[in-house]
């Protein structure tokens, strides 16, 4: 029966004609509980009761910010070592402790936060949290595993150096900011800089920022507020507050005339591109209208910089663009892998995408581009472990509780103007730091020739190097 039925809709279904999509529906979260024990930890509370599952992520103010100028990656390595050992536990009694409760466990950094994450069936939830509190506040930093994880470090910062993508990354970070300013290091640090981190290092960055004033529990799950609140308060409500390091943030560079960084790969069968500018905090009151932007330009499969430079021209297996907000203006960038025999083409069709995208946009593309936020959003909270990841930004950027609430409204209310405002506000084809790395002798007659701006070759860190 269901098979007839099947087949009717198929032989009725016009396949001639573009499906045409109803209203994006509004997303509706379920209530953000918020609660703030004495030491100044935050609590975020939403409840999900479909599957007895509980989320849990403690999201430390901090990150690779706060990083010294000479041991980048010290937040980094602090927030991968909380997993291996306590003063109480090994790093492989915490794992075997781990797989016995059918939990996971996992401690990252970004630049503005270092988070630990706890995903567990509530039926092992006391165990589990427990575990989870003492990685978080007891960590014992062990010399032994931090030299492990030290040389598995620097073994990668070493394959890094081969890998033209993370040159021009890298690059791109160091040249766009300069050395003086953090955004201008990487996350995970340099040989040098790895080379000299310390265990005492380790220690005095958690003592600083692991604080419970200095951090929020995102708890989503099959977990009652008031139950939950009450468990939280047993293991961590002995958590000492501390006085908290205010961010600070060297001067950003000011913006030049539009230059060629050319770091030579030899041999290299692509060129990596990175292009763009200095961009915006994720305070920005354009974060839609640059979302919307974004998406257009090179936020999507059918972005401009995909269609162009794969679809049409068959440069690349793919190009994109994207606004890196963070706590202070992070970067804009365009990028791109371009086949070397057409890197002097590939730059041209980029400028032209970086020039078009500053006209109107066509209400057809507009609408398109607004649709696929909308529609794509709900798809973020699927699982409550989406649920809870979704909530970092709202806990790390003080954004409203009805944030996501309000999200297709406010994508709704984007129209040409704004997109157009915000694209010659923020992408200015004459002041663009233009990072390419691939095979000098290939390509740099082309560019050269291309005359997007002077031409400057960079080591691989960035540098200028004798031409």
Known sequence: MATATTTDAQKTFDRSKIPTLG???KVSLPPIVTRQLSNGLKLMI???HEIPVADFILVVGGGGTMDPSSKGGLANLTATMLTEGTTSRTSLQIADQIAYLGVSLA???SWDASTLSLHAPTAQLDSALALFAEVALKPAFPQEE??????????DLIQLKDRPTAIASQAYASILYGSEHPYGHSLIGNEGSVNAISVADLKAYYRSNFLP???TLIIVGDVKPAQIERKINAIFGSWQRGSVTPFTFGAAPKAEATTVYLIDKPGAAQSSFRIGSIGVPRSTKDYFALNVLNTILGGSFTSRLNQNLRETRGYTYGARSAFDMRRSAGPFTASAEIVTAKT???LIEFFKELNAIRDTVPAVELNKAKRYLQLGLPGEFETSQQIASQLVPVALYGLPLDYYNNYVQRIDAIGQADVQRVARQYIDPKSLAIVIVGDRKSIEAGLRAVNAGPLSIRDFTGRPISQ
Do not use: M, Y
């Not at 931090?146 to 073994?155: A, M, P, Q």
């Open 107 to 109: 401690a990252g950094s």
């Open 146 to 155: 931090f030299e492990r994880i030290r040389k598995n470090r620097l073994t």
């Open 23 to 25: 209203p994006p529906s």
């Open 213 to 215: 004033n200095n951090a």
């Open 46 to 48: 939403v409840e999900q």
């Open 344 to 346: 002097d083409s590939g």
